[in-house]
């Protein structure tokens, strides 16, 4: 008779059992619970410990974390209290001159067409040269990837797509040193991800409801929000 087979456990740190600070991942002797990929993945770790020996990963990866212990205050104080002081925008520009990058490609949905304005011109003052590529550049129609009238948000007009491959492929040819994501669709976003040649980080996301604070609707789940729960 033939043993059953096992299932294998799905990966699910969000539903860790273990208090956070207890965890396996957060000490050397924590707790683990089903599904840990700290102690199921040890081969895998060890694989991914090596990627960050290569020259390119181990330098942003370094940087990556001295620019988060220094978004907060007070470190040198006991008993230490976490105190966050940097906002998002500094810590990319602190980051970029980190990273010693000089050409930022700044990424960004028509919808926020005012606040690019005002990021290009933040960057261009902290000493980056930006450039800048909306999500609409080249003006191609919705029809050609198959999109029907009905299926547009302006009905009855023309409609340009938006056009994340060419956006990549603009800020590619442009040799940018670091992008930097504002507003792009989901799914627009993962393709820009996709094609991108150079690394890239993300200052705001779009929540067309919310003021692009989408962990606002999570925050109200159990409130205002409830109806998003619903089918």
């Known amino acids: 008779m ?6 294998k456990v799905k990966v699910q740190c969000a539903k860790c059992s273990v208090e956070l600070r207890e965890r396996a991942c957060m000490k050397p002797d924590g707790a683990t619970s089903l599904g840990c990929p700290t102690a199921s993945y040890s081969k895998l770790l060890a ?6 020996l290569n020259p390119d990963n181990y330098e942003f990866a370094r940087q990556a974390s001295i620019q988060e212990s220094e978004c907060y205050a007070d470190r040198d104080k006991r008993p230490y209290v976490m105190h966050p002081v940097k906002p998002r925008i500094l810590e990319i520009a602190e980051f970029a001159k980190k990273m010693g990058y ?34 609409k550049a080249g003006c191609v129609p919705k029809e050609d990837i198959g999109l029907s009238d009905l299926e547009k948000v302006f009905r009855g007009n023309y409609e340009s797509m938006c056009n994340p491959i060419f956006q990549a492929m603009v800020a590619n040819k442009e040799n940018v040193d670091f992008n930097i994501l504002v507003g792009l669709c989901v799914g627009h976003d993962s393709l820009f991800f996709k094609y991108a040649k150079a690394p890239t980080t993300v200052l705001a996301v779009k929540d067309r409801v919310t003021g692009h604070n989408p962990l606002a609707a999570l925050y109200l789940l159990e409130g205002y929000y409830a109806w998003i729960k619903q089918e």
Do not use: M, Q
Request: hydrophobic share 40%; proline share 2%; glycine share 6%.
């Open 2 to 7: 033939k043993s059953p087979v096992k299932k």
């Open 47 to 52: 694989n991914a410990k090596k990627e960050y």
């Open 102 to 135: 000089k050409r930022l490609g700044l990424i960004f949905c028509a919808g926020l067409a005012r606040e690019a304005v005002a990021i290009s011109d933040y960057f261009e003052k902290k000493g980056f040269e930006v450039i800048s590529v909306i999500c």
